[in-house]
């Protein structure tokens, strides 16, 4: 089992900054792509930055794509998603989650089920 635990999220303004960070406890060794994934009230969850636990570039949609950064602390277990530039599409609860399937290779194309393990979310808001 792998546990996840989010926070940093908050209400900011457009054009501000926030950093989400995700402790993950339990058996990490298990994981291979860790994600962070969004979702707004009465949409689906979506990702929006994923990263290998092997190493590579990190991938993002194209709607965060120059705005958040994806990075992970091994030492500590954390997976981190620095968010610049929020716009009020941002607006969501924000989930980490870890995959254990498929090697650590091409974590963006893996099904919302293949992420076996979810945090609680935390809320982020941004007014106009």
């Known amino acids: 089992q792998v546990q996840l635990a989010e926070s940093g999220g908050g209400s900011v303004q457009t054009g501000g900054s926030l950093r989400l960070s995700c402790a993950a406890s339990?058996?990490?060794?298990?994981?291979?792509?860790m994600g962070w994934f969004r979702q707004a009230p009465g949409k689906e969850r979506e990702g929006v930055a994923f990263?290998?636990?092997?190493?590579?570039?990190?991938y993002y949609v194209d709607s965060v794509k120059g705005r958040f950064t994806i990075s992970q602390d091994n030492a500590k277990n954390t997976l981190y998603l620095q968010m610049n530039s929020l716009e009020p599409e941002d607006t969501a609860m924000y989930y980490c989650?870890?995959?254990?399937?498929?090697?650590?290779?091409?974590?963006?194309?893996?099904?919302?089920?293949?992420?076996?393990?979810w945090g609680q979310g935390t809320q982020v808001t941004v007014s106009s």
């Open positions: 339990g058996a990490t060794y298990r994981t291979y792509c």
């Open positions: 989650a870890a995959g254990t399937v498929g090697g650590g290779y091409f974590c963006h194309r893996l099904a919302l089920g293949d992420y076996s393990y």
């Open positions: 990263i290998s636990t092997i190493g590579g570039r990190p």
